[in-house]
């Protein structure tokens, strides 16, 4: 599993989706003092996929996207390139091969939270997408 998120990571390097949100993608969960806007990304469900014995994995990531701009322009453009990025991409992975990923949901919400600053209303959109492995 550690190869497959060095390779969801690395594929932020240099991408308009690390550019829109100041580098700050994290994987399980943002540090408190994180400044937004931000990206969490993470597996939610690992279903082992061992047909015809070739070994794979069928992985669900959610990508979240937190803002706290009133504005839905800067939330869209994060996950417009999100999107560009990881909807039916080809990921580098050392010992497996990608055969597919694809963006399965996406929802809209807004969260209460707590800051340092305050309260604050943050714009959350958890996107999924689900990535198809085999082992090489």
Not at 9 to 14: D, E
Not at 56 to 81: H, M, P
Not at 97 to 107: D, L
């Amino acid at each position: 599993m550690t190869n497959i998120l060095k390779a969801i990571y690395s594929k932020t390097t240099a991408s308009t989706l690390s550019s829109l949100v100041g580098g700050r993608i994290y994987l399980d969960c943002a540090p408190q003092e994180a400044e937004f806007p931000y990206v969490v990304y993470f597996p939610v469900v690992v279903v082992p996929d061992d047909a015809f014995k070739q070994k794979g994995r069928n992985i669900l990531f959610q990508f979240s996207i937190y803002s706290t701009s009133r504005s839905a322009v800067e939330i869209s453009a994060i996950y417009n390139a999100l999107h560009s990025l990881y909807d039916d991409c080809s990921l580098s992975i050392t010992g497996h091969t990608a055969i597919g990923m694809k963006e399965t949901n996406y929802t809209t919400g807004v969260d209460d939270i707590t800051t340092p600053s305050g309260e604050a209303q943050v714009k959350h959109w958890p996107v999924e997408f689900e990535l198809i492995t085999e082992e090489t």
